[in-house]
């Protein structure tokens, strides 16, 4: 029997609640968007938040600025609660 509490769970950031408090663990895309998340500071370990998520676009709150990103590449972005 494994011990939840002992072990992240990772979900798609697209699944993430809005208000809720995440941290990014993996991003799972190519060297090209890799680098431009990285870029717009979502690098492993950030925590952030979604402030809007209406079916179209996110609206991250990121290191002080905000952030919109588009539902694919926010579901190549793996996160656990923070």
């Known amino acids: 029997m494994t011990n939840m509490s002992l072990e992240s769970v990772l979900y798609p950031l697209t699944m993430a609640k809005r208000g809720q408090p995440v941290r990014l663990a993996k991003?799972?895309?190519?060297?090209?968007?890799?680098?431009?998340?990285?870029e717009l500071g979502l690098t492993p370990?950030?925590?952030?938040?979604?402030?809007?998520?209406?079916?179209?676009?996110?609206?991250?709150?990121?290191?002080?600025s905000r952030l919109a990103l588009g539902r694919g590449m926010a579901s190549k972005i793996l996160v656990e609660t923070a």
């Open 27 to 38: 991003i799972m895309a190519g060297r090209k968007l890799t680098h431009r998340l990285t």
């Open 45 to 64: 370990g950030v925590s952030f938040e979604v402030l809007h998520d209406h079916g179209g676009p996110l609206l991250l709150a990121v290191r002080n």
